[in-house]
């Protein structure tokens, strides 16, 4: 059953069916990588999407510097080789291929244990006609380490192929256990090119205009928050994501800055872009409690409200009234109070006039009751929390 489209005015938008679950919410995405595939699994199951890359991958400048680490690895192979990431290793392979390096690395690289931290890498390492000794299950480098350790590498040459930033901790770790680490930087993370986008993204978030923000890679998580404190957001970012506003990673990696940050996070069991859609598709409506209102079921979601099962489009002004009469439902909520949430701009009958257009929005005056002299309430019926 899909969303059905009304056309006559003041109706809903449609129903809420299982094949559209995120319908009526808003998601941001900050991806850099595979943002189109992501974006289209999104808008598939019915949400809204703001996308904006919270870094940009790009080449390692000093190409010298991976030249130097390649030829050094093909005149003394190394005795492990570390694959940390698919695009990683593919593009150390193709790099090496513009300097004539390819089959003379490939070859160093057949001598060595070949370890890959998880199924891209590992795609990447077969692709390449090599075969890894060992993938851990969890995607986790400090599983590889204790891999490593546990089996003793005191005294062997192990190349790590960096992932966009130094890993001091895992080559660390290495080290201590008296292993001779090469580090190969094969690519870096940097600031997106247009950092406009992201700039209107943190203000969109920080203002609650996001029901759920999206994570692939740490390094996204970390450049948001970076961000975020560059242009003065980070405290009103964060608030926000400790509040309504749900923070979804691809995987417990990937939720390492935004926990370090205070930050709730879930992710699915599987570390997949598809297995993230399917995660926020079952959290995200559960997180919208139901209220049983003037004998109508309602569920407010990000930038509608569910009805009755059907979808009502409800605009920003209103749309934070309601939330705030939600807040505590059922009690009045005065008009000072209203007044506070629609901004510090709102003056004038801005109240009187965010409660008739969401009285409008919802199809039914009944729903939010005038309180003479005191304000406002959800006229919530006898036990209508649903939580």
Sequence with gaps: MRVVEQRRAGEGVG????????????????????????????????????????????????????????????????????????????????????????????????????????????????????????????????????????????????AVQLHGEPQPDFCAALRRAGAQVVEVPVYRWT????????????????????????????????????????VGQEQRLVAALRADTAAVCVGPVSAGPLRQAGVPVGWPARARIGALVKYLCEVLPQSRPELCVAGRRLRILGRA??????????????????????????????????????GEDAEGHAVETAVARLRSALGDPRIVQTVVKRGYRLAVDPGGWRG
């Design 191 to 230: 600031v997106p090119e247009n950092v406009a986008v992201l700039d209107r993204l943190i203000e969109t978030v920080a203002g609650g205009g996001v029901d759920a923000v999206t994570f692939t890679s740490a390094p996204a998580a970390a450049g948001l928050l970076e961000r975020a404190r560059v």
């Design 15 to 158: 129903s809420v069916s299982a094949e559209q679950p995120l319908a009526g919410f808003t998601v941001a995405v900050t991806a850099a990588r595979r943002v189109e595939e992501l974006t289209a699994l999104l808008r598939r199951r019915g949400a809204q999407v703001v996308a904006a890359p919270a870094l940009r991958i790009v080449p390692l400048s000093d190409d010298t510097r991976l030249s130097r680490v390649s030829r050094e690895l093909v005149a003394e192979p190394a005795d492990v080789v570390v694959a940390t990431t698919g695009i990683g290793f593919r593009g150390w392979v193709e790099a090496c291929e513009t300097w004539g390096l390819a089959d003379a690395l490939l070859g160093s690289l057949r001598s060595a244990r070949v370890l890959a931290r998880g199924p891209k890498a590992k795609g990447a390492v077969r692709a390449a006609g090599l075969v890894e000794e060992w993938s851990p299950p969890s995607e986790s480098s400090a599983e590889v380490v204790e891999y490593l350790v546990e089996r003793g590498v005191a005294g062997l040459r192990v």
């Design 305 to 342: 409200v569910c009805v009755d099962g059907r979808l009502r489009p409800v605009s920003p002004a209103p749309m934070r009234v309601l939330r705030e009469l939600a807040r505590r439902p059922g009690r009045v909520v005065d008009r000072g109070g209203l007044l506070r949430c629609l």
